[in-house]
């Protein structure tokens, strides 16, 4: 039996971990591993170790001239696939360069069959081969090994039980890099998903790959071997039903129950849409944003508020905006990758009630702030998924009608999780503003709404936010 909470996260958890990615430190870490030559001649990783645990062991001469050949044979193959290394990852950095959005904070770019039919991934593709055949012998080479090993079972190496697991780990990814970065260069997996990110902060490239679905995954490696799965979770229904969480997951005819909420929310929240802003994509929205924030924190809590964005550049660019207006009023402003780790962002928050925190994705679920310190919760924009993302658009492609079969309901468990932020006990009581006129504007915007609990909206001109935010908290 199993009991999974916060269950609405499953697809995506499962998708992370049946999913694969790689970056160039962690490959160049990984032949470190195996063998490193220092500055002063000296040689450190498994194949330049291997003598040491031969020592005072009962092993004839013929089993250490036997480790020795594996190990200089392996040598040469760990030298060229360290220079395959930077060979592959300069070509998919300078490939990454030619994308739409290679400007981005966070670029990525879906590797498709179209792609990869480019003249200039063949170049990566063929830099790639090179690498491929260097991991294969590293992979043959580090068999033997264990092979050897296995056969010098009662020998006793120094530390053979370690030694053992060190060489079968190291094999196990030599082959498991190799299988997946495949996937990602060359396809042949029409279930799997495969992109590139470039983190321009870090310059750092990493290749990805995911499953396309991971229903049957679930099936074969979870539901079906246990006797009794519950899954719990405040935010799983969307439209008042389980019918998209069900289809994301691959759960044909569970037993189902939904339990209304122990908190009065029609007394403890109110909910406000200003019906008089631009619309997210709009000219001039950016600046409503900012002025609605500094009207609502300075005129009325003096901060206590939570700020929910869907983007890293959103953020950014309200925490620039409205810092130095705020902390003139004595309200200081805190900014998610700015001012700090998120668990110390979330102390001094509780800590200073004279403080808004402006947070993204980690944010809008898994933060308990009990009590007055947070009164005010903002959700900027509502959290569709960014439209190029990878996972998100070759899902897509799956549905008759994605947007309203997919992207909505993922973006109302979203949307719910991060209302979940305000009422945290029967005694809490605050504000939401939604500053999102989509759920005026749009048909699917009465879908978020009914996917809440029963609560209080209300809608109107931005400029009364303040005065009915301050007489409903009282």
């Keep these: ?107 990525r770019l ?39 090993l296995g056969e010098l079972k009662d020998a006793e190496l120094l530390d053979y039980d370690m030694l053992l697991l060190r060489v079968q780990s190291l094999r196990r990814y030599a082959t498991e890099v190799r299988i997946n970065i495949g996937y990602v260069i060359n396809g042949g997996d029409e279930q799997k998903i495969t992109w590139l990110i470039y983190e321009r902060a870090r ?14 995954l679930l099936e074969a490696n979870l539901f079906s071997q246990k006797a009794t799965v519950a899954l719990a979770s405040a935010t799983m229904a969307v439209g008042g039903d389980f019918t998209y969480i069900k289809g994301r997951i691959g759960l044909s005819e569970p037993e189902e129950l939904q339990l209304e909420s122990p908190f009065d929310y029609q007394k403890q929240a109110l909910v406000y849409i200003p019906n008089d802003i631009p619309e997210p994509n709009q000219r001039g929205y950016q600046q409503a944003l900012e002025e609605t924030l500094i009207g609502l924190c300075t005129a009325t809590t ?58 993204t994705t980690s944010f809008w679920e898994g933060v308990d702030v009990v009590g007055d310190a947070l009164s005010v919760l903002v959700i900027a924009k509502l959290p569709f998924s960014v439209p190029n993302d990878p996972i998100y658009t070759a899902r897509s492609e799956g549905f008759d009608d994605a947007f309203n079969e997919y992207a909505v309901p993922q973006a109302i468990l979203r949307f719910k999780q991060g209302f979940g932020r305000l009422i945290r006990s029967r ?30 909206v209300r809608s109107g001109p931005a400029k009364q936010l303040p005065l009915l935010a301050a007489r409903f908290l009282v």
């Design 1 to 107: 039996h199993i009991i999974i909470d916060e269950a609405h996260n499953l697809e995506d958890v499962a998708t992370d971990q049946f999913g694969f990615s790689v970056n160039q430190t962690q490959l160049l870490d990984f032949l470190d591993s195996l063998f490193e030559t220092g500055g002063a001649q000296t040689s450190a990783g498994l194949f330049a170790e291997l003598p040491r645990h031969f020592q005072h062991s009962a092993t004839g001469p013929g089993d250490l001239e036997k480790t020795n050949a594996i190990a200089q044979a392996a040598g040469p193959a760990v030298t060229r696939a360290r220079q395959s290394v930077y060979d592959c990852f300069n070509l998919l950095t300078a490939f990454m360069a030619q994308s739409p959005d290679s400007s981005a904070y966070d670029a």
């Design 110 to 148: 879906r590797i498709t069959d179209g792609v990869r039919k480019s003249e200039s991934w063949g170049v990566v593709e063929r830099a790639w081969d090179n690498l491929s055949v260097q991991l294969t012998a590293i992979g043959d080479a580090l068999g033997k090994l264990d092979t050897l």
């Design 203 to 216: 310059d750092s490239l990493a290749l990805h790959a995911a499953p396309l679905s991971v229903a049957e």
């Design 302 to 359: 003096g901060g206590r508020a939570l700020v929910l964005f869907t983007a890293n550049s959103a953020l950014r660019m309200t925490y620039k905006a409205i810092q130095e207006p705020l902390e003139e009023q004595g309200i200081a402003v805190l900014g998610q990758g700015i001012d700090g780790s998120r668990r110390n962002l979330l102390e001094r928050f509780k800590e200073f009630p004279r403080t808004v925190l402006l947070g």
């Design 427 to 456: 005694e809490d009581r605050g504000i939401v503003a939604v500053l999102d006129k989509r759920l005026l504007s749009k048909k699917y915007g009465q879908v978020f709404l009914d996917s809440l609990p029963h609560t209080t």
